[in-house]
C-alpha cells in the first residue's frame, strides 16, 4: 500500500537511509504501486508490492550508493 509519509516506509529501508533518500523511496513507491496496478505490467510473478519496492530501490541507487556500513549516502 502507498505510504503517506516518508518515515512510514520499512524498517530495512528507514533504518539505512537518510531523511531525502526516505523521500526518493516513498515517492517512488508510491507512483510504482499505481503504474503497475495490472499484473501485466509487471515482471514474471512479482507482486505489485515487490515490484514497487524494487523500483523504490532503484530510484533510491540512482541518486544514493551503499557505504561499507550498510548506510547509503549521496552520490557527487
Request: charged share 35%; no cysteine; hydrophobic share 25%.
Amino acid at each position: 500500500m502507498p505510504y503517506d509519509h516518508r518515515d512510514d516506509i520499512p524498517d530495512s529501508a528507514r533504518k539505512v537511509l537518510p531523511p531525502h533518500a526516505r523521500t526518493i523511496y516513498k515517492e517512488a513507491f508510491n507512483s510504482a504501486w499505481e503504474e503497475y496496478n495490472s499484473p501485466s505490467d509487471r515482471r514474471g510473478n512479482s507482486s505489485r508490492e515487490e515490484t514497487a519496492h524494487a523500483v523504490a530501490w532503484k530510484a533510491v541507487a540512482s541518486k544514493y550508493h551503499k557505504g561499507d556500513e550498510g548506510k547509503w549516502h549521496p552520490k557527487h
